[in-house]
T-cell receptor, first 116, second 112 residues
Framework: KAGVTQTPRYLIKTRGQQVTLSCSPI?????VSWYQQTPGQGLQFLFE???????NKGNFPGRFSGRQFSNSRSEMNVSTLELGDSALYLC???????????????FGQGTRLTVV | LAKTTQPISMDSYEGQEVNITCSHN???????ITWYQQFPSQGPRFIIQ???TKVTNEVASLFIPADRKSSTLSLPRVSLSDTAVYYC?????????????FGTGTRLLVSP
């Protein structure tokens, strides 16, 4: 079956702009989570959505937001971009559900965002 | 979530067995141990997950001692394509939601 699809793969934005990244999870997966990866901070959890609701949130400023649609597709938005937001943004989908034991997360290839 | 400690880097040669050990002294009763592999500019890929004793799949084995304060990922007969960063994660898999806490990982370099 198709894997996790993230678009676009690469993006260049200017400081102060905003950006929206998209993630299509594996069919049937209702949990979508987002991660930021930088050389300095490594892989950091941003937030997780399940059935259109944010269930968990990492320690990122309010400029980072997201949403999930009824078809489980998710978008992540970063407003007022800063140079430090340059990173690989990864989306993961999971069959995780309420009260169920997690198995594994399936990651997309990521969106490489460069802020200049 | 329990913190993990693993070596920053390891070197090996093709055909050798590689064992990467991860310490997680504060692991909780409901925590599972999961290992991911990541190649440059790609998302992490699930390798193996376990709770206790030994787990084996077509890619690797995971050894977990009785006290569960550490775990060892074993990669049999590595090849050049196994050069990657390997992450050990510990977390409560019974919560139902997905929040992975990645440490610094172990950068494995396999040479000819």
């Amino acid at each position: 079956k198709a894997g996790v699809t993230q678009t676009p793969r690469y993006l260049i934005k200017t400081r102060g702009q905003q950006v929206t990244l998209s993630c299509s999870p594996i069919s049937g997966h209702r949990s979508v989570s987002w991660y930021q990866q930088t050389p300095g901070q490594g892989l950091q959890f941003l937030f997780e959505y399940f059935s259109e609701t944010q269930r968990n949130k990492g320690n990122f400023p309010g400029r980072f937001s997201g949403r999930q649609f009824s078809n489980s597709r998710s978008e992540m938005n970063v407003s007022t971009l800063e140079l430090g937001d340059s990173a690989l943004y990864l989306c993961a989908s999971s069959p995780a559900g309420t009260g169920k034991v997690n198995t594994e997360a399936f990651f997309g290839q990521g969106t490489r965002l460069t802020v200049v | 979530l329990a913190k993990t400690t693993q070596p920053i880097s390891m070197d090996s040669y093709e055909g050798q067995e590689v064992n990467i050990t991860c310490s997680h002294n504060n692991i909780a009763t409901n925590d599972y141990i999961t290992w991911y592999q990541q190649f440059p500019s790609q998302g992490p890929r699930f390798i193996i997950q376990g709770y206790k004793t030994k787990v084996t799949n077509e890619v690797a084995s995971l050894f977990i001692p009785a006290d569960r304060k550490s775990s060892t990922l074993s990669l049999p007969r590595v090849s050049l394509s196994d050069t990657a960063v390997y992450y050990c994660l510990v977390g409560d898999m019974n919560t139902g939601f997905q929040k992975l806490v990645f440490g610094t990982g172990t950068r494995l370099l396999v040479s000819p």
